[in-house]
């Protein structure tokens, strides 16, 4: 059985004042909810409050991103043991904004998946297609590519404990998202390259009103939120469509 997971990705949004009042109201929106579970994964300056202010309840918190190297004249850059020192739970590597804003390729995906493992915390692994790419019929070559990639520089048991986040980047804050089907196919390709037990999420405009027949979907686990894990009642919706799954 696997325990769907809702993590809410922030990206570069939020303020002192704002994240409090988020995370008042997803923590009440949330108590109830058992079977499942939520995170958040904040901009690196807030960490170390949302750690404090999530101590001992329900939501856990994770980043979005971090280097793929331990320490050393890496200006601007986090490291997988920094993290660890705050307790982060989870970890985002390889988010498609990282892949085309920044450069990622797929061997540094691979690196940062490894360091985030070693430091035992759990990576969320995001891939996904370009809208490109699935009309070209490749979208089982790419996402299949990008797994093999990590899948090369880390044991296959690592996916035991990772998550992998399916993300179409043609659905990803577009409004459109892949349709249920759509969803399902590539998670069952993808699970076929992991285990059974792999927990499949997911991302690319979930909102309340399509997420229960999305996560219906037998190889969905939940999802990685963008925009919606902005607004606590979406996302506790959201997070509310997870648990009538689990
Ligand atoms: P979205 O973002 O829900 O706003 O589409 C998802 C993501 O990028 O993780």
Redesign the pocket.
Same mark, same amino acid.
């Given at each position: 059985m696997r325990t769907p997971l809702v993590a809410g990705?922030w990206?570069m949004h939020g303020s002192r004042a704002s994240n409090r009042a988020l995370l008042d109201a997803v923590l009440a929106g949330i108590e109830t909810l058992a079977g499942i579970e939520c995170a958040v994964c904040v901009p690196y300056p807030y960490l170390g409050e949302v750690a404090g202010r999530l101590a001992k309840t329900r939501l856990a918190w994770g980043a979005q991103n971090l280097s793929e190297h331990l320490q050393g004249a890496f200006t601007g850059e986090v490291s997988a043991p920094m993290l660890a020192e705050f307790g982060c739970r989870y970890v985002l590597v390889g988010?498609?904004?990282r892949r085309q804003l920044y450069g990622e390729t797929d061997a540094v995906v691979a690196a940062k998946f490894a360091a985030v493992l070693a430091h035992g915390m759990t990576p969320v692994l995001?891939l996904g297609e370009t809208l490109e790419e699935r009309d070209a019929g490749r979208t089982e070559q790419v996402v299949g590519r990008q797994l093999a990639a990590v899948l090369g520089l880390n044991e296959k048991n690592a996916f035991k404990k990772a998550v992998v986040?399916y993300?179409p980047v043609w659905?990803? $804050?577009?409004g459109r998202t892949a349709s249920p089907e759509q969803a399902q196919a590539v998670h069952a390709f993808l699970r076929s390259g992991v285990f059974p037990e792999t927990r499949i999420i997911y $991302? $690319?405009?979930?909102k309340p009103g399509n997420a229960a027949t999305i996560f219906a979907m037998p190889d969905v686990d939940g999802g990685?939120? $963008?925009?919606?894990s902005l607004v606590a009642g979406d996302f506790t919706a959201i997070a509310r469509a997870a648990q009538r799954k689990g």
């Amino acid at each position: 059985m696997r325990t769907p997971l809702v993590a809410g990705n922030w990206k570069m949004h939020g303020s002192r004042a704002s994240n409090r009042a988020l995370l008042d109201a997803v923590l009440a929106g949330i108590e109830t909810l058992a079977g499942i579970e939520c995170a958040v994964c904040v901009p690196y300056p807030y960490l170390g409050e949302v750690a404090g202010r999530l101590a001992k309840t329900r939501l856990a918190w994770g980043a979005q991103n971090l280097s793929e190297h331990l320490q050393g004249a890496f200006t601007g850059e986090v490291s997988a043991p920094m993290l660890a020192e705050f307790g982060c739970r989870y970890v985002l590597v390889g988010h498609s904004e990282r892949r085309q804003l920044y450069g990622e390729t797929d061997a540094v995906v691979a690196a940062k998946f490894a360091a985030v493992l070693a430091h035992g915390m759990t990576p969320v692994l995001c891939l996904g297609e370009t809208l490109e790419e699935r009309d070209a019929g490749r979208t089982e070559q790419v996402v299949g590519r990008q797994l093999a990639a990590v899948l090369g520089l880390n044991e296959k048991n690592a996916f035991k404990k990772a998550v992998v986040a399916y993300e179409p980047v043609w659905a990803i $804050g577009t409004g459109r998202t892949a349709s249920p089907e759509q969803a399902q196919a590539v998670h069952a390709f993808l699970r076929s390259g992991v285990f059974p037990e792999t927990r499949i999420i997911y $991302g $690319g405009s979930v909102k309340p009103g399509n997420a229960a027949t999305i996560f219906a979907m037998p190889d969905v686990d939940g999802g990685l939120i $963008g925009g919606a894990s902005l607004v606590a009642g979406d996302f506790t919706a959201i997070a509310r469509a997870a648990q009538r799954k689990g």
